[in-house]
């Protein structure tokens, strides 16, 4: 408790969707797939959808953070 902690989401598609955070309320991190439309789904045209979280104890550099991204991207 009280200590750093990195947190990195990425998405594992090429949706395109925006990211919402949350503080208030309840914390929360996610993919806003509603954000300025409705989306519609049927059974034969699910919507699917994925994010990696990558959580590191401490403070994490940006570029080390950038090539953690571009590596799990790859993977």
């Known amino acids: 408790q009280g200590q750093e ?16 955070v949350r503080a208030a309320g309840y914390p929360g991190v996610g ?6 439309r409705p989306v519609s789904v049927t059974r034969q045209d699910p919507l699917l ?4 979280i990558l959580v590191a104890d ?10 953690l991204a571009a590596e799990e991207r790859h993977a």
């Not at 902690?5 to 919402?20: E, K, S």
């Not at 993919?31 to 300025?36: P, T, V």
């Not at 401490?58 to 090539?67: F, I, K, L, N």
């Open 5 to 20: 902690a990195t947190l990195v989401f990425l998405p594992n598609d090429a949706a395109g969707d925006p990211w919402f």
């Open 31 to 36: 993919l806003s797939l509603a954000w300025d």
């Open 49 to 52: 959808r994925s994010v990696t």
């Open 58 to 67: 401490g403070a994490v550099p940006p570029e080390t953070v950038r090539t």
